[in-house]
């Protein structure tokens, strides 16, 4: 069983539209992290969040921790073809983390 | 910035056959990390290792053993490769710290025949 589901699995969008990606958990996680992949690398964080209700923004990028701690979301606007990757949330809970399911988007020029 | 070096981008290998895949990192981690990448599944851990000479179980260590001789190097080991082990390997470390990211190597995409 995965921990951390995310949706949704596969996202196509033409370049300029808006998308929101969930990671979803009935855990509790002191922090999470999101990654994005690009095709033929490795993951690169992009943002950690701690508090629950914490919102940071990166560009056009705003990522949202759950007041629970359980989910988070990421919400991309205006997409660039550059934002072309797979999105990788993890939960860390202690000494225990978990990598969600992934999204894989791809945003059409 | 970090460098996370695994040593193969392709590897094909044979049914029975004995894999080592090498992964190096130069910024002095404590931490390093073997995961598969299989699509629906995400990433999931294999093998960490918190030091030299120390490894626990991650969630499939099933058919996979590994070292860790020196501080900046972690190999994975299949002992004898089967077909459902054709998978992208990544590699990870990170410095001691919850918070801490893991830093990535670009994968190994092994293809077991």
């Known amino acids: 069983t995965q921990l951390l589901e995310q949706s949704p699995q596969f996202l196509s969008i033409q370049e300029g539209e808006n998308l929101t990606v969930y990671c979803n958990s009935s855990s509790v996680f002191s922090s999470l992290q999101w990654y994005r992949q690009e095709p033929g690398e490795g993951p690169v964080l992009l943002v950690t969040v701690v508090t629950g209700g914490e919102v940071k923004k990166l560009k056009r990028l705003t990522f949202q921790f759950g007041d629970a701690r359980k989910d988070s979301s990421l919400h991309i606007t205006a997409a660039q073809p550059g934002d072309t990757g797979l999105y990788l949330c993890r939960g860390i809970a202690g000494n225990q983390f978990y990598f969600g399911t992934g999204t894989s988007l791809t945003v059409i020029p | 910035d970090v460098k996370v070096t695994q040593s193969s981008r392709y590897l094909v290998k044979r049914t029975g056959e004995k894999v080592f895949l090498e992964c190096v990192q130069d910024?002095?981690?404590?931490?390093m990390f073997w995961y598969r990448q299989d699509p629906g599944l995400g990433l999931r851990l294999i093998y960490f290792?918190?030091?030299?000479?120390?490894?626990e179980k991650g969630d499939i260590p099933e058919g996979y053993s590994v070292s860790r001789e020196k501080k900046e190097r972690f190999s994975l080991i299949l002992e004898s490769a089967s077909t459902n082990q054709t998978s992208m390997y990544l590699c990870?470390?990170?410095?001691?710290?919850?918070?801490?990211?893991?830093?990535f190597g670009d994968g190994t995409r092994l293809s077991i025949l």
């Open positions: 290792s918190y030091d030299v000479k120390m490894k």
């Open positions: 910024m002095d981690h404590e931490n």
């Open positions: 990870a470390s990170k410095q001691g710290g919850s918070y801490q990211p893991q830093h």
